[in-house]
Each structure stands twice: as C-alpha cells, then as structure tokens.
C-alpha cells in the first residue's frame, strides 16, 4: 500500500504571497497518476492538477504541479482570499486510490 | 455541465446496510469510471471503489469484503452498498466521475457530487 504524507499540516500565509505544498510517497511512484484538489469548508473537494502537472479545466495558472519519484509539489503563486482551503494529493496504483492527510493552508 | 447527486437515507443502523444512489445528469454514464469516496467529520478522504459503465468494479482492499458496487445505464445512475456497518463508517460520502482524457482514465476525479452525510447509530 502505497503512503501519501502531506508537509506541512498547517501553512500559515498573507494574500499575496506565494505557498509551496509537499506530497512525499511511501514508495516511487511508477505511473503519472497523481493529482491535487482544494477542499473548502462545505464542499466537495475540486481537482486542481492531474497528472502530476497538468492544470484541470478552468483551474488559474496561478497553481502548478510539479514532482516525480517519491516527491511532489504544488504550487500558488499570489495567494488569493478563495485559495485559503485544504490542499489533498492523491496518487492511483496499483489499482487502489490513495489520498495524503492534507495540508491546511490559512490566512496569517 | 455533469451534475451528480448523491441520495439515500442519512441514518443506518449498525450492523445494517448503507445503500446510496448517484444520479448523473448532464452528460452519459457510459465510457467512465464512476467511484464513491467518504470523509469522516474534520479528516481526510477515503476511496471506496469505482465502477466502470460495462459493470466493472474495483473496490478499497479495506472494504472489499463489505462493499458492491452496480450501474444502471438506462437510467444514469450508480449505486453503493456498504454491508454490517459501524459507527467508524460514519462519514460523509461523495460520488465522482473519473477523469478521461482522448479516452484514458487518469484516474482522478473531475466532477463531485455535494456529498451525503451517513450517521451510523442506533
């Protein structure tokens, strides 16, 4: 079973400025399925990034995807007020879906 | 748009059986994986399985034993079933469609329902 550990848990930020998101993995990741949502508070979690870089339909270029192997980041350059939510990585294989803990991004 | 709807009883009792419905609306079931995820109050998601639109399905190693997954194409819907259940499947439980791109799944998931939240309690 492949692990998905998310640093840091919390990131404390301003608007404006940038953040930079970890996903490590228990294993080295073999197939380029690997994913990153945002979940605010009573919502359904919206996909962000697909495989491992690719920006998901109507997703700002303001988010980016970057990683391979064991090692993953995402990240939001000029934080908005709406990007303060929980960040989930998400890996596929083999023929299960894992998720990380999360990573709450909040407003300092 | 795709729109899913997650719908179902809100309280089962233990030992009993959990059984939702996705109804997908604005786009086919057919040619897609559909999974059901949950999330317990204040933690992280779990993958509970999918289903492919022929009937296919591929379950959560952890849930296996308790789970069954079916799809109804004439009707455009999709179904869980999650047997002998206890307060720790108490969550909330969301339907998604998994992404295809050119016709691959990149096994991810594009469109979510609103989520139901599913109490276990006597």
């Known amino acids: 079973e492949i692990v998905l550990t998310q640093s840091p848990g919390t990131l404390s930020l301003s608007p404006g400025e940038g953040a930079t998101l970890s996903c490590r993995a228990s294993q080295s990741l073999t197939s380029n399925f690997f994913a990153w949502y945002q979940q605010r508070p009573g919502q359904a979690p919206r996909l962000l990034i697909y495989g491992a870089s690719s920006r998901a339909t109507g997703i700002p270029d303001r988010f980016s995807g970057s990683g391979s192997g064991t090692d993953f980041t995402l990240t939001i350059s000029r934080l908005e007020p709406e990007d303060f939510a929980v960040y989930y990585c998400q890996h596929y294989g083999p023929s299960q879906y894992s998720f990380g803990q999360g990573t709450k991004l909040e407003i300092k | 748009q795709v729109q899913l709807q997650e719908s179902g009883p809100g309280l089962v009792k233990p030992s009993e059986t959990l059984s939702l419905t996705c109804t997908v609306s604005?786009?086919?079931?057919?040619?897609?994986?559909w999974s059901w995820i949950r999330q317990p109050a204040g933690k992280g998601l779990e993958w509970i399985g999918h289903?492919?639109?022929?009937?296919?399905?591929n379950y959560n190693a952890s849930l296996k034993r308790r789970v069954t997954m079916s799809v109804d194409r004439s009707n455009n819907h999709f179904s869980l079933k999650l047997t002998s259940v206890t307060a720790a499947d108490t969550a909330v439980y969301y339907c998604?469609?998994?992404?295809?791109?050119?016709?691959?799944?990149?096994?991810?998931?594009?469109?979510w329902g609103p989520g139901i939240p599913v109490t276990v309690s006597s």
């Open positions: 998604a469609r998994v992404t295809m791109i050119r016709g691959f799944p990149q096994y991810c998931f594009d469109f």
């Open positions: 289903i492919y639109s022929s009937g296919n399905t």
């Open positions: 604005g786009g086919s079931i057919i040619a897609y994986f």
